[in-house]
Every structure is written in C-alpha cells, then in structure tokens.
C-alpha cells in the first residue's frame, strides 16, 4: 500500500466532497473512512484511477452516515445523486482547500489549526509544537473548530495570511524530517505566487527555497543533525539558493516588507557566505529587528539572542536571552551554546543535557546529548 499516494489524493478528495455540500468535519470522516477502505481493498484490487474511486467510496460514506443521521431532513437538500463512478477531474484541489479551511467563520489561529489536521496530515501533537501551547489546548481548539464550521457552506475563501501561515508551518514541520512535507508546500506555494501578486507570497516562497537548498546537508549519513555551522556547503543546491534571493530581490524591490520577506533575507545572508566565519551577523540581527518589529514574537527575540552573540559577542547574546522566559522551547539549547562561546564549559555541559531533555524530537536530543558528552570530555581531561 503506497501511503504517500494516499496522503496525496486526501486533499483532492477532501475539496470534492465540501464542494458537494458536505460540511467540513462529515467530509473528513467520510474521507478517513474511504482510506481505511483503500487500505483494506487496494493491496489485492487496485484500481485503474485511485482519486476516482476514493471520491465514488468516500461519497457513499457521506451519504451513509447524512442519510441515518437525526438531521437528515435538514441536510436532505444539500444531498444530490451518487456520481456514476468514473475518472475523476484532474485538478489539483489542494490550494483551494487551503483558502475554503481558512474560513472568515474561523479565527486565523483556528483555521491554521483545522487546516493543518485535516489537509496537512499533521498530529495534533506537531501543531500545538509549532504554536507552543500544550497538545490538550490544541486539541480543544480543532474540535471547536470543527464545530464551528459544521454545516457551514465553504463559499468564503479565506484570506491570503492565514493561508501562507498554513503553508509555512507545513513546510516547517516537513523540513524537520518527522513527515516530508517540505517539497509539497513549496508546489503550492509556487501555484498560489503564479495566481495572485502579492510580495509576500513570493517572499514565502523564497524562504522555503533558500531552507530547501540546505537540506541535504543537514543531516550526516546516520541521520544525525549537522547545525548550519558545521554544514557542507557544497552540498548545497545553488540552482535553489540563486532562485530564491532573485524572488527575494524582486519583493523588497516593492518597498512593502513582511516578517516572511525578512526571513528570506535572513536565509540569503546566511546562504551568501561561503564560510561560517564569513557570515554577516551584523546585518542579520538587523534583519532579526525587523522582524521583531513586525512579530514581537518570543521565538524571534530567541534567535535574534543568538545573532547577537555572534555579532557582538556572547555575553552579549547571553544578556538579550536572559529578558526571555526560560520556558521558551530551545531557551536552553541556546544558553548552553552561548555558555560555551563564553568559556563556561561547566555550565554549557549541564545546560547542553538539560536542553536534551526537552528536545522536540529524536535528532535534536541525539545532537544536544553528544554536545554535553563531548564537553564534559573536556572537562575531564
């Protein structure tokens, strides 16, 4: 069973059914009910057009659970006759789902959420990572979300800033490995830049491109993490880094910056530099002011921390992490790192182990682990 087809159709199959008047939590049920049918069907019979045959299955679920439901009288009118299986258009629905989740019914924060659960495929647990809140509350906040836009006519697209949240915390969450869905965002990201003229859509998508260009090198042959740093930069993809700082220059050519424009340029700079060393972190702490005057975001002045301590030295940068609370994830990490430019080899070490703790995942904590072994070597010796 190809799973990665499967997690590709579930968008378009999604949109056909809202299109169909099904509200947006029976579709998706109806959706996951039709994966768990291809799973069980297709491995001995599969069919010639999968997306048709998940549209025609998924369907007669809606249907099924619409007509023995208590409100069938009042869904009876939305309820038109079952398609006559057969090829399905091919469209790509998957942006156009994007903008019908990212409903006006819907606060921005909560359409994200509902959008990134039921198209992105990401666990209720990746996305309360992402916006920092505990799995329960974000739990709470897509089942509020669903019932929000249950019964709801999805005829009100969205606005453009909820969508290219949406598609940023995407790519995010699939640049960091736990599910590949970093290339995905990009395709949609190129469609949304190709239809509509806004400069930060392509300064977005210039972001994903300048992250994108790095990620063979991010990782050592047995999957453990190389931080920027310690990266090839021969394995670099140039073609992708050249295309990103031209869409770069092309959007702050407009004069109308915003936060993805300005880590864009962030990304460029630490892409121009052929060293480490040669990295201008003068200019990147002020792009990092910019955008805290543009977020005011905790996690923003955390890694503005760090560009300081690069820039104007450790103590520094230890001085703008203590103004933020130590509760802030990767606070730790970025004090123990800190420490060690400052000699504090002892500290670091802890710290370093502490941060291990509160990794967010597995090549994270594997990195921080070997930092404090290999600090307490030192110390040792």
């Given at each position: ?44 019979d599969?069919?010639r ?55 006006p ?53 969205g606005?453009?800033a ?23 965002a ?11 003229d ?89 792009w ?49 790192y ?7 080899l ?36």
């Amino acid at each position: 069973m190809d799973e990665a087809l499967l997690r590709s159709l579930t968008p378009g199959v999604l949109a056909v059914l809202v299109r169909r008047g099904a509200d947006f939590a029976a579709a998706e049920d109806a959706v996951q009910d039709a994966l768990v049918e291809a799973v069980r069907v297709w491995p001995a019979d599969p069919p010639r057009d999968a997306k048709g045959w998940l549209v025609t299955v998924a369907w007669r679920k809606f249907l099924d659970a619409t007509r023995s439901d208590t409100a069938r009288r009042r869904r009876e009118d939305r309820i038109d006759e079952e398609p006559v299986p057969g090829p399905a258009p091919a469209v790509d629905d998957t942006l156009q789902l994007y903008f019908l989740c990212a409903h006006p019914s819907l606060t921005p924060s909560s359409a994200v959420a509902l959008t990134l659960r039921a198209v992105g495929g990401l666990t209720t647990r990746q996305i309360a990572q992402a916006y920092l809140v505990p799995e329960t509350t974000m739990a709470q906040r897509i089942s509020r979300a669903k019932r929000t836009v249950s019964g709801v006519r999805f005829d009100q697209p969205g606005d453009v800033a909820t969508v290219l949240r949406v598609l940023y915390l995407v790519f995010n969450e699939g640049y960091s490995g736990d599910v590949d869905l970093a290339g995905e965002a990009i395709r949609l990201t190129r469609q949304l830049a190709a239809a509509i003229d806004h400069p930060e859509v392509v300064g977005l998508l210039a972001l994903m491109l300048l992250h994108h260009a790095r990620r063979a090198s991010r990782t050592a042959p047995d999957g453990a993490l190389v931080p920027l740093a310690e990266q090839d930069r021969t394995r670099w993809d140039t073609a992708a880094i050249a295309e990103g700082v031209r869409i770069l220059q092309a959007a702050l050519a407009r004069d109308r910056l915003g936060e993805f424009q300005a880590q864009a340029a962030i990304a460029a700079l630490h892409a121009d530099a052929p060293t480490a060393e040669e990295t201008d972190w003068v200019q990147i702490v002020e792009w990092y002011d910019e955008l805290v005057r543009l977020t005011d975001s905790p996690v923003v002045r955390l890694n503005r921390a760090v560009a300081v301590g690069e820039a104007d030295g450790p103590r520094a940068g230890l001085a703008a992490l203590a103004a933020l609370e130590d509760s802030l994830p990767r606070h730790t990490a970025a004090a123990a790192y800190l420490h060690e430019r400052a000699g504090d080899l002892t500290t670091a070490a802890r710290m370093y182990a502490e941060a291990a703790h509160k990794a967010p995942n597995l090549a994270e904590r594997d990195y921080l682990t070997r930092q404090a072994a290999r600090l307490n070597c030192l110390g040792r010796h």
